[in-house]
């Protein structure tokens, strides 16, 4: 269109739309921050990564920004996480438009969960192969696409393993079965679900990796782990197309070395400590509990993760709801369109090692006066 900066931000006021940066409040209950474990807690009184000195990286990767810390943390993480090879990003939104920009080419397609993150649309977009979407976590309309498009070239199924807005969780075994079928490229977002879902923690697909023909996982380390970063975990193969061919790895500033030594000591950590896990899977339980019958007007999704979701409908009422919360002492998150698909608006809440059951029931008798 033809509209103006001004007239284009008035639009999104006008449908309640309209996003600006706000500060998070410490002193008020986080039901809204990916911070599951308290780890970014931890960190800040000197629990975890402390006393690590601070060097800047210097270069990308390829020029003067290689250190040992780099290698030896993609290493540690290569085997951790039951892979044959890892490569640090600074984001999982760079990880993700690496990754997906540059292992599809003209004659490739695409096929992906409808509810993908915003990254993985931007890097297939920048692919230039062809993209077809299945419905959410429909692994019968994937097949219907996936029996569409074979033999059309090298298909890529793009999908989450568990979902940043919705909480819903991909059925691994039954997408290993397709895999096995249509011998496709998966590329499995795990960005929320590592460190809390998945055998030992480590991710839905951590279990089966290497029963799968061709995957490619993300994982990330702001959201569970409380810190920033990400990592490509794949073959060597894959590692190395990389580095030859995604761009945003070629021609970014490598991830400070410190970052580097940071992610190496939460995944220490993480593997001698299970107490805020155990932590978080008893307020999971507590909260599925007493959610399904609090409010029969709310569609509520429930899930075994630390994400869940109420859809509230239209925009405006889940902003005032998002607001009555807040005056409640609560930080939760309104998701609005296009994060969401226009109609859906609702609540994100986000479960927490260090919330409590009482918290929870000032949520609940909150949300139990909407009508």
Known sequence: TNMNYQ????????KALYRSLSLSDPSLVDLQS????????????????????????????????????????????????????ALLFSSGYQANIGVLSCIAHRGDVFIYDEYIHASMHD?????????????????NDLEEKLKKHSGSGRII??????????????????????NAKYDFTLVLD???????????YKGVGYEKA?????????????????????????TELIREYLINFSRPFIYTTAIPINDAATISQLIDYHSNNHKPN??????????????????????????????????????PTTI????????????????????????HAGLRISLHSYNTSEEFDILFKTLNNVS
Do not use: C
């Open 278 to 315: 155990e932590e978080l899977d008893k307020l999971i339980k507590y909260y599925l509990s007493q959610v399904t019958s609090f409010n029969s007007n709310l569609t509520i999704t429930s899930n075994q993760g630390p994400v869940q979701f109420l859809t509230i409908g239209d925009a």
């Open 210 to 234: 290497h029963e799968f023909q061709n995957l490619i996982r993300i994982i990330t380390f702001g959201k569970a782990f409380g810190y920033a970063g990400a990592a490509v975990l794949a």
């Open 320 to 343: 005032g709801l998002e607001k009555n919360l807040l005056f409640k002492g609560l930080q939760v998150k309104a998701i609005r369109p296009p994060t969401v698909p226009a109609g």
């Open 7 to 14: 007239d284009r931000l008035y639009q999104q006021k006008e």
């Open 123 to 139: 890097g297939m977009r920048l692919s230039h192969a062809e993209r077809h979407s299945f419905r959410h976590n429909d692994l």
């Open 157 to 178: 199924v793009a999908v989450e393993s568990l979902y940043s807005m919705t909480g819903t969780v991909i059925d691994i075994d039954e997408l290993l079965v397709l």
């Open 34 to 85: 990916n911070d599951y474990l308290g780890y970014a807690r931890l960190m800040e009184v000197g629990k975890i990564a402390a006393h690590l000195t601070i060097k800047g990286a210097t270069g990308s990767r390829l020029i003067s920004g290689n250190n040992t810390q780099h290698e030896t943390t993609e290493k540690l993480l290569s085997q951790y996480f039951n892979a044959k090879g």
């Open 190 to 200: 795990e960005a929320h679900a590592v460190g809390v879902s998945g055998r030992d």
